[in-house]
């Protein structure tokens, strides 16, 4: 396989989690009665432009895009950190009712609301039809399809080109990532800005994130090489914070390379940074497999031994990283009898691979874990927070990384 941007051939394996399913194909009760597909999850990286990548297999694209039931709103962290950041941007780039913002990926309108209620007018890209339909209810005008350059030049030729194009966490699970950024491009206007948000592979590297890998999620991003796709494509990064979102992300602020803006300091300081934790040496990469091995191993003899007292153990968040989590472990409900999640979307279902029930949190009072392995480490505040009368029965919080931790 080579690269998905430089095109060199690909060499160095960097985690291999063995077989997995696709970790948003929950199951249903009919469901468990057929055939479950797995597929190999396999992360390479290349030693040219050192982006992190899953590795290739027949079918990815019609497998990973379909039912997406996933809805933004469900985190009221999220909701937050959506509404905060459509206040800065709105006054950062002086945006008005003449501006036009796109949201690629828009969701179930999560963020774009922000900008309606302030008569900013604004479209959302949302190919999920359950997602899309949410957003619409709530006057958000949603295009239901994929982006990549052929749409952005359709939107172009309309007359539709972006003073902000938004994407927050959709940069990483592109499988084209050369011809997004391409489209990108295409539908900013001359002095737009596009921002982006990712998971920091620094970050993924220094806590061992390794469960925030999955096969949608193709690849794992240093501003170093974004820097570089963005350049390839007639883009330029002047801006770059860090957010404590997704345990460590950034969020990127592009304009074409020809625009006149100056970078500011944290794009050079950034990219030193990265240098300095070893991003561009291969022993970074070669030495990660055994990490995610001790996290893996410190969980499952943890939850045998409760197992073995008589405890009851159930988890936290039926999200994609519990899935990676739980099917690298071989943990089935034997050990881990059921995932309690608000997502009413997901209750009733089954995670896949480790089929472990999915169900509503208010059962929690009634069923009294002993033990709640909380599985969106991200928003470990918010569910401990929401969730914190369980220490009236003894139950605990654990998390299994980066380090093992056990609440209160
Ligand atoms: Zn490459």
Redesign the pocket.
């Known amino acids: 396989m080579?690269?998905?941007?430089?095109?060199?051939l690909?060499k160095i394996s960097f985690l291999n989690l063995g077989y997995s399913p696709p970790s948003n194909a929950y199951l249903s009760t009919e469901d468990l009665k057929k055939p479950e597909l797995t597929y190999p999850l396999r992360l390479f990286v290349?030693?040219?432009?050192?982006?992190v990548q899953t590795e290739d297999y027949a079918d990815a694209e019609s497998l990973f895009s379909p039912e997406y039931a996933y809805f933004s709103s469900v985190s009221t962290s999220w909701l937050a950190h959506a509404k905060n950041y459509t206040g800065m941007i709105t006054e950062r780039l002086g945006l008005n009712a003449k501006s036009f913002v796109m949201e690629i990926a828009a969701n179930d309108g999560y963020l774009l609301k922000n900008f309606v209620i302030a008569n900013i007018p604004c479209l959302g890209i949302e190919p999920t039809a359950s997602t899309a339909a949410a957003a619409e209810t709530q006057g958000i005008p949603i295009l239901r399809e994929f982006f990549g350059n052929a749409l952005a030049m359709k939107l172009k030729s309309e007359g539709k080109q972006a003073d902000l194009i938004i994407g927050n966490n959709v940069y990483a699970h592109v499988p084209d990532i050369n011809d997004f950024t391409a489209g990108l491009k295409t539908i900013l206007k001359p002095d737009g800005t596009v921002t982006l948000e990712f998971p920091h592979l620094m970050r993924l590297l220094e806590y061992c994130q390794f469960d925030t890998v999955y096969h949608e999620h193709y690849s794992y991003l240093s501003l170093h090489?974004v820097n570089r796709i963005f350049s390839e494509a007639g883009l330029r990064i002047w801006d770059v914070q860090e957010l404590p979102t997704h345990g460590g992300s950034l969020r990127i602020y592009g304009c074409h390379t020809e625009n006149n803006r100056a970078n500011t300091t944290s794009v050079q300081s950034i990219l030193e940074e990265e240098k300095s934790c070893g991003m561009q040496k291969l022993e970074t990469y070669q030495s990660f497999q055994k990490r995610a091995d001790k996290i893996k191993n410190d969980l499952l003899l943890y939850l045998i031994n409760k197992k073995n007292q008589g405890k009851r153990i159930a988890a936290y968040g039926a999200a994609a990283k519990g899935n990676t989590l739980l099917n690298y472990a071989g943990i089935k409900p034997d050990l881990i009898s059921c995932v309690y999640d608000a997502a009413f979307s997901k209750q009733g279902k089954y995670l896949p691979g480790s089929h472990i029930p999915i169900l509503s949190p208010d059962l929690l009072r009634e069923q009294k874990p002993d033990i709640l392995l909380i599985i969106p480490w991200n928003i470990k505040d918010e569910i401990m927070t929401r969730h914190s009368y369980v220490s009236d029965w003894g139950c605990k919080f654990v998390l299994a990384g980066p380090q093992f931790q056990i609440f209160p």
């Open positions: 080579n690269c998905r941007h430089c095109k060199k690909l290349c030693d040219n432009c050192w982006l090489t």
